[in-house]
Nanobody
Framework: QVQLVESGGALVQPGGSLRLSCAAS????????IGWYRQAPGTERELVAS????????NYADSVKGRFTIARDNTKKTAYLQMNSLKPDDTAVYYC?????????WGRGTQVTVSS
């Protein structure tokens, strides 16, 4: 059974940090690119960061560059999103997506709330 399970979301104060995890099972994780997306209420889902299957290439949305870091550990079938210097605008449900050329898998998301 294919699963992507996000975890690590929480309520955090502005300026704080969180590390999200995305644990995969039921498919060949190491050949899939991984993207972290987020969706705030009333907005479209947006790509925050992505990483290639080998981890050699990463990309970030301008809004998170220098604050967020995406990583993966193929031996653990897990991807991560380290989020530092969090802002209220980062509040959203965060999703991970595993992609190849012809297949995509989504997790169910984890809530991140940045508020004092």
């Amino acid at each position: 059974q294919v699963q992507l399970v996000e975890s690590g979301g929480a309520l955090v104060q502005p300026g704080g940090s969180l590390r999200l995890s995305c644990a995969a099972s039921g498919f060949a994780f190491s050949i899939y690119g991984i993207g972290w997306y987020r969706q705030a209420p009333g907005t479209e889902r947006e790509l925050v960061a992505s990483i290639s299957s080998t981890g050699d290439n990463t990309n970030y949305a301008d809004s998170v560059k220098g604050r967020f870091t995406i990583a993966r550990d193929n031996t653990k079938k897990t991807a991560y999103l380290q989020m530092n210097s969090l802002k209220p605008d980062d509040t959203a449900v965060y999703y991970c997506k595993a992609s190849t050329l012809n297949r995509n898998y989504w997790g169910r998301g984890t809530q991140v709330t940045v508020s004092s």
